[in-house]
Every structure is written in C-alpha cells, then in structure tokens.
C-alpha cells in the first residue's frame, strides 16, 4: 500500500524557514516524480515544486511564487521527499501536500494527508 | 500559464441526480487533464485521468469527457458519499495549474 507522510509543519514567523519532510513507502521511490501542492485557508489548490526521477537525473521545477525561496530535495536511500522553505510569508500559509505523480506523469495518483504551516508573527 | 476555470464553483444536489462539473482551459492543452476529488480531514483522492480515464477503484458513476479547451466531468447518478469538492489538474505545462474547485452540497 502506498503511503505518503509529511511532517515538519508548524508556527513560524514571517522571514524564517521551515523543512517539511515526506516519508514515502509502499512503492520504489526512485521510480516516480514527486510534487509538494498546497492548499491555503479556505482556498484551492496550488501546485507549489516537482522532483523529478532518477531517470531524469532528479530535476526541478517551481511554481512562480515559491522559486528562488523553496528548495524540493529527495533521498532515494530513504524514501524521503524534502521542501526546504526560506523567506516564507503569510501568503504561504497552507495545508502541504506530499503527492506521487502516475508513471506517466499524467496524474497526481496518491496525496498525503498533508502538513500545516501557519506563518504569523 | 494555463488557467483553468471550473464552473459552476457550488452546486446544491439531491442524491440520485446527474451532476456536471465543467473545466474550461484559457488555451488548448493535450490530454494531461485529471480529476480529483477533496473530503475534508482526508487525503485528496484521483478519479480520472488523461481526460477520460477513470482510476482504478472509483466507481462507474464517474466519467470524464471533453478535448482542446472544455472538459467535464460527470456524475451518473449522486451518491452520498460524492458529496465533497472537485478540481480538475492541467498537468501538461508549467506552472502545472488546478480550477478552483467545486463544491458539491445536499440539497
């Protein structure tokens, strides 16, 4: 059974940093493109970074508002997805996300639970 | 970036009814269009992929249509468990872009 469990959320003031962490089991990690998405307060859901495949040499991609501040990293030794936040603010308060993309990347196929960050001085 | 407008964004249903959900695409996107549907306090779940195809699981009631710009997304027959909120994913380009969501409550 494939499992995604993130951790890492909590209360951090406008500026600081957080590391969010995704503990993945249930499927050959190394195999699939990861993605973080992100649903603030009351809002819809956001997109935020991908970590793509070993086959793909692990590239990235950003959605505009998080680029240049977040950072997605993985562990393949340890079945582990990171998003390493910096600068963040209110707006980036939300509900984070862990997804595995289908093989053919054509769908986000499981999500986790998600982990809360709330930015608030 | 690709927007995706979902219409309508609230819709109020008795179990039994047909339901459509509609996305619409600011331009014209291949078939990396998905489905997804939200409970609160759980896990988002995939129920169509590639426009059409449904995830394996989820049952039959559910179906998805459309190509270029609008695609939909329909509901046979409305069961009390598919009262919930529904985003269509454009996952083709980048920024990968979801609707706004539409939620789907008792009549």
Request: glycine residues 8%; contains cysteine; hydrophobic residues 35%.
């Amino acid at each position: 059974e494939v499992q995604l469990v993130e951790s890492g959320g909590g209360l951090v003031q406008p500026g600081g940093s957080l590391r969010l962490s995704c503990a993945a089991s249930g499927f050959t990690f190394s195999d699939y493109y990861m993605d973080w998405v992100r649903q603030a307060p009351g809002k819809g859901l956001e997109w935020v970074a991908r970590s793509r495949n070993k086959a793909n040499s692990y590239s990235t991609a950003y959605a505009a508002s998080v680029k240049d501040r977040f950072i997605i990293s993985r562990d393949d030794s340890q079945n582990s997805l990171y998003l390493q936040m910096n600068s963040l603010n209110t707006d980036d308060t939300a509900v984070y996300h862990c997804v595995r993309l289908r093989v053919d990347a054509r769908s986000i196929d499981h999500w986790g639970q998600g982990s809360l960050v709330t930015v608030s001085s | 970036d690709v927007q995706l407008t979902q219409s309508p964004s609230f819709l109020s249903a008795s179990v039994g009814d047909r339901v459509t959900i509609t996305c619409r695409a600011s331009r014209v996107i291949d078939n990396h269009l998905a489905w997804y549907q939200l409970k609160p306090g759980k896990a988002p779940t995939l129920l169509i992929y590639a426009i059409s195809t449904l995830q394996s699981g989820v049952p039959l009631r559910f179906s998805g249509s459309g190509s270029g710009t609008e695609f939909t997304l329909t509901i046979s027959s409305l069961q009390p468990e598919d009262f919930a909120t529904y985003y269509c994913q454009q996952l083709g380009s980048y920024p990968l872009t979801f609707g706004g969501g539409t939620k789907v409550e008792i009549k």
